[in-house]
């Protein structure tokens, strides 16, 4: 495990950016990798029903990667990053003046129409005028950001320093696999992709009593290492065809999905939780053949966050060796690089 975490994170430049009420951030302004940069903009006030955040750190996800490339729909220009940590510094609302210096963990949502047949049927996370931050709305990968204070989560005094930077993907691993329970105890499960969203969700399947295996490549050695050091038998040979009651993709690479399709058990399920961004080619006819079950789960919900802070409070996953680097903002683009390389698992930034 790796820190770059420099001991000038609170330069001269910093504090001068921030007392001319501007800030650092990486935004995306337009279309392609290059188009995304670091430059100055506004720091953001809370409105009625909102709260401002200090960033403490935003880890980089595979969404960034894909929104980096365009394969993922954006609005520019918008501050990217949605995996946020931070500390409620202030709140629109006198009502709301109990979470000033809060540390928290966000939802990913600004807004949702709240009148669609999605919205109506708890479902905010399908709703098509869904605006998310980091894409839509400026997210985490700045000093500060504001979010409706509705979207806030109070996280453990006890959680380690980084480790509240998870609870997003786990939210969503949470919407995946809890939202209906995929996985039964005794189930025999693979997850294929050792990333942080793989090490998630094997954790999370063994926490319903899964007999799990997390599935990668030999090149893949130091990440498997930590999930076995959690419990978690690793491989990295093709498992065995019709083998796995249930198969979770957390690679978002067609091989992946490949090898998912074909070690599940005839009668088994797939889910899908990794985001290919591109259009692949699967072996489909397999979910004919054996009478799959397919299911996924598209970002979070507000019960898929209280799965999630349940799991976290009932320490019933780990986090803290997931976090496997931090950097400053200046260095983002060596750890976006990094990130879409599939070095370490999971690689947060740090504004200031």
Not at 248 to 270: D, F, M, N, Q, V
Not at 292 to 313: N, P, Q
Request: charged content about 20%; proline content about 5%.
């Amino acid at each position: 495990m790796t820190s770059d975490m420099t001991s000038d994170m609170t330069s001269d430049t910093s504090m001068s950016t921030l007392d001319s009420g501007l800030m650092r951030a990486i935004v995306k302004a337009g279309p392609g990798p290059e188009g995304v940069v670091l430059q100055d903009i506004p720091q953001p006030t809370a409105s009625p029903g909102f709260a401002r955040v200090r960033v403490v750190a935003t880890g980089i996800c595979g969404t960034d990667i894909h929104v980096a490339h365009d394969e993922y729909n954006y609005e520019a220009p918008v501050v990217m990053g949605h995996e946020i940590l931070g500390v409620v510094e202030s709140v629109g609302d006198q009502s709301d003046m109990d979470w000033i210096g809060a540390r928290v963990a966000c939802e990913t949502y600004y807004s949702t129409c709240e009148k669609c047949e999605s919205c109506r049927a708890g479902r905010r996370n399908l709703c098509a005028s869904r605006r998310s931050l980091g894409s839509f709305e400026n997210g985490g990968f700045a000093e500060f950001f504001v979010l409706p204070v509705v979207n806030l989560h109070r996280l453990p005094t006890w959680l380690g320093d980084l480790d509240g930077v998870l609870s997003e993907p786990l939210a969503c691993v949470a919407q995946c696999l809890l939202d209906p329970a995929v996985v039964n105890a005794g189930d025999t499960v693979l997850v294929t992709g050792p990333g942080a969203m793989g090490q998630l969700a094997a954790q999370v399947a063994k926490a319903q009593g899964g007999l799990v295996t997390l599935a990668g490549l030999p090149k893949d050695a130091e990440r498997l290492s930590i999930a076995e050091s959690l419990g978690i038998r690793s491989m990295t040979t093709a498992p065995d065809e019709d083998s796995f009651d249930v198969v979770i993709e957390c690679s978002g690479s067609a091989p992946g999905a490949a090898t998912a399709l074909k070690s599940a058990k005839r009668g088994g399920r797939y889910v899908q939780v990794g985001i290919f961004g591109r259009e692949v080619a699967l072996p489909f006819d397999l979910v004919l053949y054996k009478e799959l079950i397919v299911s996924s789960g598209f970002a979070s919900t507000a019960v898929s966050w209280k799965r999630a802070m349940a799991l976290i409070e009932l320490e019933l996953v780990t986090l803290a060796p997931l976090v496997t680097r931090s950097v400053p903002i200046a260095n983002f683009e060596e750890a976006f690089a990094s990130a879409a390389a599939g070095e370490g698992l999971k690689t947060v930034v740090i504004p200031s």
